[in-house]
Nanobody
Framework: QVQLVESGGGLVQAGGSLRLSCAAS????????IGWYRQGPGLQRELVAGISAGGALRYADSVKGRFTISRDNAKTTVYLQMNSLKPEDTAVYYC????????????WGQGTQVTVSS
């Protein structure tokens, strides 16, 4: 069974930075794409950034140039470095997996809350 555990969220002022971590069970990162998604209050869950099994990167337009997705060489953890945070980045952030980051499996962890104050 695939298990993804998010961590690293918190409260930060606008302009600040946070680094989120997604720890994956087994060798999932070798076979599946992993994405970071977020769901703000009253909004639908959206893709923020993704990395394919082959290493191809995808970013939402709203975070390009500010967020960076990466994974460790052991392919057990995916990170999301978030810089120049804005209040509109406030959301619960989840990592998800699938054959394609745009169509993740309906299997989600508890997420990690990111709150950006103005």
């Amino acid at each position: 069974q695939v298990q993804l555990v998010e961590s690293g969220g918190g409260l930060v002022q606008a302009g600040g930075s946070l680094r989120l971590s997604c720890a994956a069970s087994g060798s999932i990162l070798s076979f599946y794409a992993i994405g970071w998604y977020r769901q703000g209050p009253g909004l639908q869950r959206e893709l923020v950034a993704g990395i394919s099994a082959g290493g191809a990167l995808r970013y939402a337009d709203s975070v390009k140039g500010r967020f960076t997705i990466s994974r460790d060489n052991a392919k057990t953890t995916v990170y999301l470095q978030m810089n120049s945070l804005k209040p509109e980045d406030t959301a619960v952030y989840y990592c998800g997996f699938g054959r394609n980051v745009y169509y993740p499996e309906n299997s989600w962890g508890q997420g990690t809350q990111v709150t950006v104050s103005s």
